[in-house]
């Protein structure tokens, strides 16, 4: 059985840290990367401050997580999907005892009414200096 594929990049999705594109469609599934809160063409990451050598100084956790789910959001809408087809995602912590009861408020915010499966890990690293990074699997209906 061969299923249809298209590859997306959106034009307000953030430049991506790897040679991967922002989404891609299989079938009736359109499969996300990995997303952080990092805004297109800026260098800046939404919520994090970086000290003179750029280790993380600081950083708002829910700054970070409120832009993470726009960049999702916008994606999803240009790849022909809607956040209401959002059917698992996969969250990647930095520090899940310091940001989990934040990220479940926020999550709650964005996701209470669509009811998503949901996996939450923590994760020593990211590729970037971010402390949260989302994984969506959605539907194209």
Same mark, same amino acid.
């Given at each position: 059985? @061969? +299923?249809?594929?298209? /590859? $997306?990049? @959106?034009?307000?999705?953030? #430049?991506?840290?790897?040679?991967?594109?922002?989404?891609?469609?299989? =079938?009736?599934?359109?499969?996300?990367? &990995?997303?952080?809160?990092?805004?297109?063409?800026?260098?800046?990451?939404? =919520?994090?401050? +970086?000290?003179?050598? =750029?280790?993380? !100084?600081?950083? #708002? $956790? !829910?700054?970070?997580? %409120?832009? *993470?789910?726009?960049?999702?959001?916008?994606? +999803?809408?240009?790849? =022909?999907?809607?956040?209401?087809?959002?059917? #698992?995602?996969?969250? $990647?912590? /930095? #520090?899940? %005892?310091?940001?989990?009861? /934040?990220?479940?408020?926020?999550? &709650? !915010?964005? +996701?209470?009414? *669509?009811?998503? /499966?949901?996996?939450?890990? !923590?994760? @020593?690293?990211?590729?970037?200096?971010?402390? *949260?990074?989302?994984? *969506?699997?959605?539907?194209?209906?």
């Amino acid at each position: 059985m @061969s +299923l249809e594929r298209e /590859t $997306f990049m @959106s034009d307000r999705g953030p #430049d991506p840290a790897g040679p991967y594109p922002h989404a891609k469609r299989v =079938g009736d599934f359109l499969f996300i990367s &990995g997303m952080g809160p990092r805004k297109r063409g800026q260098k800046e990451i939404p =919520g994090v401050k +970086l000290d003179e050598n =750029g280790e993380v !100084e600081s950083y #708002d $956790f !829910e700054i970070q997580c %409120r832009a *993470v789910f726009e960049n999702i959001k916008n994606i +999803l809408e240009d790849a =022909g999907s809607s956040w209401e087809n959002i059917v #698992d995602v996969t969250a $990647f912590l /930095t #520090d899940i %005892r310091a940001d989990f009861q /934040t990220f479940n408020k926020v999550y &709650g !915010e964005y +996701l209470a009414d *669509v009811k998503p /499966t949901r996996t939450t890990v !923590e994760v @020593s690293r990211l590729p970037t200096p971010i402390a *949260v990074e989302l994984k *969506v699997v959605a539907t194209m209906e």
